[in-house]
């Protein structure tokens, strides 16, 4: 049985070369049908998961619950849609280069650190990849980090990888 390899995917050029990185070191392709019909070992599976911002919700000073008319809310809800199935699609693209390997797609709302995490878990995933932005100590002291918070919630092995400087 092939191992299920979950793979954090976001708008950034880091989780792109996190998932070319992965499919090119890590994955094995699926068995040939011949293999597969007769009993034989069959692939790694890679799972896509992205992670929709949730909505944000702006409470009204007159108590209406929305500070935004609904045309509005509807726009956002259509533009992080459009938004998620971009990224799912560029992702698709990268794996549909090695046509031997299965792949799903999980599309979530959430804090991404939080999304990945209970996919990983409820998914049973035997390692998760995901991309490093590579933030100082700084920016990652205020802004998070999704890899770290990842590699020290999660239950299997955690491979980080790092775009190249150059």
Same mark, same amino acid.
């Given at each position: 049985m092939g191992r299920?390899?979950?793979i954090a995917v976001d708008e950034g050029e880091e989780s792109l070369h996190a998932l070319t990185w992965c499919l090119k070191n890590v994955i094995l392709p699926s068995a040939s049908a011949q293999e597969s019909s007769s009993g034989g070992d069959e692939g790694?599976? @890679? %799972?896509?998961?992205?992670?929709?911002p949730p909505r944000l919700y702006y409470p009204a000073m007159d108590g209406t619950g929305y500070i935004f008319s609904t045309d509005i809310i509807t726009s956002m809800e259509n533009y992080a849609n459009e938004l998620a199935k971009?990224?799912?699609?560029?992702?698709?693209?990268?794996?549909?280069e090695y046509p031997n390997v299965k792949v799903e797609t999980k599309v979530k709302d959430g804090d991404p650190r939080d999304v990945i995490c209970d996919m990983v878990d409820k998914l049973g995933a035997d390692? @998760? %990849?995901?991309?490093?932005?590579?933030y100082g100590p700084i920016k990652r002291a205020f802004l998070g980090s999704v890899s770290s918070h990842c590699a020290q919630n999660v239950k299997?092995?955690?491979?980080?990888?790092?775009?190249?400087?150059?």
């Open positions: 299920r390899i979950v790694d599976v @890679l %799972v896509l998961v992205y992670a929709r971009s990224v799912i699609a560029k992702a698709e693209m990268v794996c549909a390692m @998760l %990849v995901v991309g490093s932005h590579g299997c092995p955690v491979l980080i990888v790092k775009r190249p400087k150059s």
